[in-house]
Protein backbone atom coordinates (compact mmCIF):
# COMPACT_ATOMS: atom_id res chain seq x y z
CA UNK A 1 0.00 0.00 0.00
CA UNK A 2 0.83 3.85 -0.80
CA UNK A 3 0.60 4.95 3.15
CA UNK A 4 3.33 1.80 3.98
CA UNK A 5 6.58 2.03 5.35
CA UNK A 6 6.91 -0.90 2.89
CA UNK A 7 5.61 1.32 -0.23
CA UNK A 8 8.44 4.08 1.54
CA UNK A 9 10.93 3.73 4.09
CA UNK A 10 11.99 7.56 4.37
CA UNK A 11 9.40 9.87 6.13
CA UNK A 12 7.21 11.73 3.95
CA UNK A 13 7.99 15.50 4.38
CA UNK A 14 5.50 17.96 3.15
CA UNK A 15 7.07 21.24 1.79
CA UNK A 16 4.30 24.52 1.96
CA UNK A 17 5.73 27.55 1.56
CA UNK A 18 8.56 27.69 3.79
CA UNK A 19 7.88 25.27 6.11
CA UNK A 20 8.14 21.51 6.12
CA UNK A 21 5.64 19.54 7.66
CA UNK A 22 7.23 15.84 8.90
CA UNK A 23 11.17 16.94 9.11
CA UNK A 24 12.50 17.93 12.47
CA UNK A 25 10.56 21.25 12.97
CA UNK A 26 6.95 21.01 14.68
CA UNK A 27 4.08 22.78 13.54
CA UNK A 28 1.53 24.10 15.69
CA UNK A 29 -1.60 25.06 13.81
CA UNK A 30 -3.98 27.35 15.61
CA UNK A 31 -7.04 29.55 15.38
CA UNK A 32 -10.60 29.89 15.99
CA UNK A 33 -12.93 26.87 15.45
CA UNK A 34 -15.10 28.65 13.24
CA UNK A 35 -13.84 32.10 11.32
CA UNK A 36 -16.45 34.63 12.83
CA UNK A 37 -15.81 38.28 11.78
CA UNK A 38 -12.77 40.17 10.31
CA UNK A 39 -11.89 41.41 13.70
CA UNK A 40 -12.16 37.99 15.22
CA UNK A 41 -10.08 36.28 13.23
CA UNK A 42 -7.57 39.05 12.41
CA UNK A 43 -6.67 39.63 15.66
CA UNK A 44 -6.48 35.72 16.39
CA UNK A 45 -3.98 35.55 13.64
CA UNK A 46 -1.75 38.32 15.11
CA UNK A 47 -1.66 36.83 18.80
CA UNK A 48 -0.95 33.01 17.23
CA UNK A 49 2.05 34.27 14.86
CA UNK A 50 3.22 35.74 17.33
CA UNK A 51 3.48 33.39 19.79
CA UNK A 52 4.70 31.13 17.32
CA UNK A 53 2.68 29.42 15.67
CA UNK A 54 3.24 28.71 11.49
CA UNK A 55 -0.30 27.69 10.31
CA UNK A 56 -3.19 29.65 11.01
CA UNK A 57 -6.74 27.33 11.55
CA UNK A 58 -10.25 28.36 11.04
CA UNK A 59 -13.49 26.77 10.06
CA UNK A 60 -15.31 28.35 7.07
CA UNK A 61 -17.72 25.57 6.37
CA UNK A 62 -18.61 23.87 9.98
CA UNK A 63 -19.97 20.37 10.05
CA UNK A 64 -22.33 20.81 13.03
CA UNK A 65 -24.19 18.42 15.12
CA UNK A 66 -27.18 20.60 14.98
CA UNK A 67 -28.62 21.62 12.08
CA UNK A 68 -29.73 24.77 13.93
CA UNK A 69 -25.86 25.97 14.87
CA UNK A 70 -23.60 28.07 13.12
CA UNK A 71 -22.91 26.41 9.72
CA UNK A 72 -19.55 28.60 8.98
CA UNK A 73 -19.16 32.11 6.79
CA UNK A 74 -18.47 29.74 3.94
CA UNK A 75 -16.33 32.10 0.77
CA UNK A 76 -16.70 35.08 2.98
CA UNK A 77 -14.72 33.20 5.56
CA UNK A 78 -12.68 31.83 3.26
CA UNK A 79 -11.58 35.23 1.98
CA UNK A 80 -10.84 36.63 5.29
CA UNK A 81 -8.81 33.29 6.19
CA UNK A 82 -6.74 34.89 3.09
CA UNK A 83 -6.84 38.58 4.42
CA UNK A 84 -5.26 37.18 7.96
CA UNK A 85 -2.34 35.08 5.73
CA UNK A 86 -1.40 38.41 4.16
CA UNK A 87 -1.12 40.21 7.07
CA UNK A 88 0.76 38.05 9.13
CA UNK A 89 2.26 35.39 6.83
CA UNK A 90 0.93 32.44 8.57
CA UNK A 91 -0.27 29.65 5.76
CA UNK A 92 -4.09 28.51 6.16
CA UNK A 93 -5.54 25.58 6.66
CA UNK A 94 -9.49 25.39 6.83
CA UNK A 95 -11.94 21.68 6.50
CA UNK A 96 -13.64 21.24 2.81
CA UNK A 97 -16.86 19.26 4.00
CA UNK A 98 -18.58 18.75 0.08
CA UNK A 99 -16.86 17.56 -2.69
CA UNK A 100 -18.90 20.75 -4.89
CA UNK A 101 -16.56 23.00 -2.21
CA UNK A 102 -13.33 21.53 -3.15
CA UNK A 103 -12.26 23.94 -5.92
CA UNK A 104 -13.39 27.04 -3.80
CA UNK A 105 -11.65 26.25 -0.75
CA UNK A 106 -8.72 24.75 -2.59
CA UNK A 107 -8.76 28.25 -4.30
CA UNK A 108 -7.84 29.94 -0.62
CA UNK A 109 -6.46 27.16 1.77
CA UNK A 110 -2.80 26.04 1.89
CA UNK A 111 -3.98 22.59 3.33
CA UNK A 112 -7.36 21.56 2.99
CA UNK A 113 -9.08 20.10 6.21
CA UNK A 114 -11.08 16.57 5.69
CA UNK A 115 -13.18 16.55 8.82
CA UNK A 116 -13.85 13.46 11.57
CA UNK A 117 -17.04 13.11 10.18
CA UNK A 118 -15.78 12.62 6.53
CA UNK A 119 -12.64 10.35 6.68
CA UNK A 120 -14.62 7.51 5.01
CA UNK A 121 -16.49 10.11 2.65
CA UNK A 122 -15.02 8.24 -0.45
CA UNK A 123 -15.94 10.76 -3.19
CA UNK A 124 -14.58 13.73 -1.13
CA UNK A 125 -11.35 12.17 -0.58
CA UNK A 126 -11.18 11.18 -4.12
CA UNK A 127 -12.00 14.64 -5.27
CA UNK A 128 -9.28 16.63 -2.89
CA UNK A 129 -7.09 13.66 -4.25
CA UNK A 130 -6.79 15.72 -7.59
CA UNK A 131 -5.71 19.03 -6.16
CA UNK A 132 -2.27 20.30 -5.57
CA UNK A 133 -2.92 21.20 -1.69
CA UNK A 134 -1.64 18.72 1.18
CA UNK A 135 -4.56 17.20 2.67
CA UNK A 136 -5.07 16.70 6.84
CA UNK A 137 -6.88 13.83 7.08
CA UNK A 138 -8.85 13.41 10.56
CA UNK A 139 -9.38 10.33 12.13
CA UNK A 140 -13.21 9.47 12.47
CA UNK A 141 -14.48 9.20 15.78
CA UNK A 142 -15.09 5.16 15.80
CA UNK A 143 -12.37 4.40 13.02
CA UNK A 144 -9.74 1.92 14.02
CA UNK A 145 -5.93 2.64 12.17
CA UNK A 146 -6.89 0.31 9.62
CA UNK A 147 -9.92 2.03 8.57
CA UNK A 148 -8.14 5.37 8.68
CA UNK A 149 -4.84 4.44 6.75
CA UNK A 150 -7.09 3.12 3.78
CA UNK A 151 -8.71 6.62 3.62
CA UNK A 152 -5.52 8.35 3.26
CA UNK A 153 -4.82 5.42 0.89
CA UNK A 154 -7.93 6.62 -1.72
CA UNK A 155 -5.95 9.93 -1.59
CA UNK A 156 -2.76 8.83 -2.14
CA UNK A 157 -4.08 6.61 -4.68
CA UNK A 158 -6.04 9.39 -7.01
CA UNK A 159 -2.44 10.28 -6.95
CA UNK A 160 -1.91 13.25 -4.29
CA UNK A 161 0.43 11.96 -1.51
CA UNK A 162 0.61 15.18 0.16
CA UNK A 163 -1.17 13.77 3.46
CA UNK A 164 -0.83 14.17 7.04
CA UNK A 165 -2.82 11.85 9.47
CA UNK A 166 -4.18 13.95 12.65
CA UNK A 167 -5.43 12.01 15.52
CA UNK A 168 -8.69 14.32 17.23
CA UNK A 169 -10.21 11.40 19.51
CA UNK A 170 -12.18 8.48 19.53
CA UNK A 171 -15.74 8.14 21.33
CA UNK A 172 -15.00 6.07 24.68
CA UNK A 173 -17.61 5.48 27.38
CA UNK A 174 -15.89 8.33 28.68
CA UNK A 175 -17.97 11.55 29.14
CA UNK A 176 -15.98 13.50 31.16
CA UNK A 177 -13.68 14.67 27.78
CA UNK A 178 -15.50 14.61 24.83
CA UNK A 179 -13.30 12.57 23.30
CA UNK A 180 -10.67 9.85 24.09
CA UNK A 181 -7.32 11.52 22.86
CA UNK A 182 -5.80 8.30 21.70
CA UNK A 183 -1.88 8.67 21.48
CA UNK A 184 -0.74 5.60 20.86
CA UNK A 185 -1.65 6.67 17.71
CA UNK A 186 1.18 8.44 17.12
CA UNK A 187 3.92 5.70 17.54
CA UNK A 188 1.40 3.85 15.81
CA UNK A 189 1.28 5.43 12.62
CA UNK A 190 4.68 6.14 12.75
CA UNK A 191 5.94 2.56 12.82
CA UNK A 192 3.19 1.86 9.79
CA UNK A 193 3.08 4.94 7.57
CA UNK A 194 5.75 7.37 6.01
CA UNK A 195 3.48 9.96 6.63
CA UNK A 196 3.43 13.11 9.54
CA UNK A 197 1.23 12.75 12.22
CA UNK A 198 -0.35 15.65 13.79
CA UNK A 199 -2.72 15.65 17.19
CA UNK A 200 -6.11 17.78 17.88
CA UNK A 201 -5.73 18.36 21.80
CA UNK A 202 -9.05 20.75 21.99
CA UNK A 203 -11.37 18.19 20.21
CA UNK A 204 -9.28 15.42 21.94
CA UNK A 205 -10.57 16.62 25.32
CA UNK A 206 -13.29 19.32 24.96
CA UNK A 207 -11.53 21.27 27.40
CA UNK A 208 -9.10 23.85 27.45
CA UNK A 209 -7.58 23.44 30.42
CA UNK A 210 -6.42 19.70 29.49
CA UNK A 211 -5.04 21.39 26.27
CA UNK A 212 -1.46 22.46 27.03
CA UNK A 213 -0.30 19.15 28.99
CA UNK A 214 -2.40 17.05 26.17
CA UNK A 215 -0.27 19.14 23.23
CA UNK A 216 3.33 18.24 25.57
CA UNK A 217 1.95 14.51 25.79
CA UNK A 218 1.47 14.60 21.83
CA UNK A 219 4.87 16.43 21.13
CA UNK A 220 6.43 13.71 23.63
CA UNK A 221 5.01 11.06 21.72
CA UNK A 222 6.55 12.48 18.30
CA UNK A 223 3.61 13.88 16.48
CA UNK A 224 5.01 16.84 13.82
CA UNK A 225 2.63 19.09 14.69
CA UNK A 226 -0.59 20.63 16.24
CA UNK A 227 -4.11 21.37 15.55
CA UNK A 228 -5.02 23.98 18.36
CA UNK A 229 -8.12 26.23 19.43
CA UNK A 230 -7.39 29.55 20.16
CA UNK A 231 -10.10 32.30 20.53
CA UNK A 232 -9.79 36.05 21.97
CA UNK A 233 -12.90 35.58 23.41
CA UNK A 234 -13.60 32.15 24.43
CA UNK A 235 -17.11 32.92 26.53
CA UNK A 236 -17.96 33.74 22.95
CA UNK A 237 -16.85 32.00 20.61
CA UNK A 238 -19.89 30.56 18.19
CA UNK A 239 -18.35 27.08 18.47
CA UNK A 240 -16.36 24.85 20.63
CA UNK A 241 -15.61 27.47 23.12
CA UNK A 242 -15.31 25.42 26.06
CA UNK A 243 -11.64 24.00 24.12
CA UNK A 244 -10.95 26.81 23.28
CA UNK A 245 -7.41 28.30 24.82
CA UNK A 246 -7.33 32.24 25.33
CA UNK A 247 -4.54 34.23 23.47
CA UNK A 248 -2.54 34.16 26.77
CA UNK A 249 -2.64 30.83 27.84
CA UNK A 250 -2.17 29.92 23.76
CA UNK A 251 1.19 31.99 24.28
CA UNK A 252 2.07 30.16 27.75
CA UNK A 253 1.44 27.11 26.37
CA UNK A 254 4.03 27.70 23.28
CA UNK A 255 6.59 28.98 26.08
CA UNK A 256 6.27 25.43 27.84
CA UNK A 257 6.30 23.54 24.59
CA UNK A 258 9.61 25.76 23.47
CA UNK A 259 10.79 24.16 26.77
CA UNK A 260 10.07 20.54 26.29
CA UNK A 261 11.43 20.88 22.42
CA UNK A 262 14.84 21.68 23.48
CA UNK A 263 15.19 18.66 26.30
CA UNK A 264 13.63 16.29 23.36
C1 LIG B 1 -12.73 21.28 13.69
O1 LIG B 1 -11.52 21.19 13.43
O2 LIG B 1 -13.26 22.35 14.11
C2 LIG B 1 -13.58 20.07 13.58
C3 LIG B 1 -14.85 20.15 13.25
O3 LIG B 1 -12.90 18.94 13.88
P1 LIG B 1 -13.35 17.39 13.80
O4 LIG B 1 -13.64 17.14 12.36
O5 LIG B 1 -12.14 16.68 14.32
O6 LIG B 1 -14.54 17.24 14.70
MN1 LIG C 1 -14.00 22.86 16.51
Redesign the pocket.
Known sequence: KLVSREFQSGNTIIKIGDHEIGGEEIHVMAGP?SVESRAQIIETAHAVKEAGATFLRG?AFK?RTSPYAFQGLEEEGLKLLAEAREETGLLVIT?VVDVRDVELVAHYADIL?I???NMQNFFLLKEVAKTNKPILL?RGPSATLEEWMMAAEYIMDGGNYQVMFCE?GIRTFETYTRNTLDLSMVPALQSLSHLPVIV?PS?GTGRWNLVPAMTKAAVAAGADGIIVEVHPQPEKAVS?GKQSLTLANFAAMMEELAVLSQAL
Open positions: CGPEQGARKRDHD
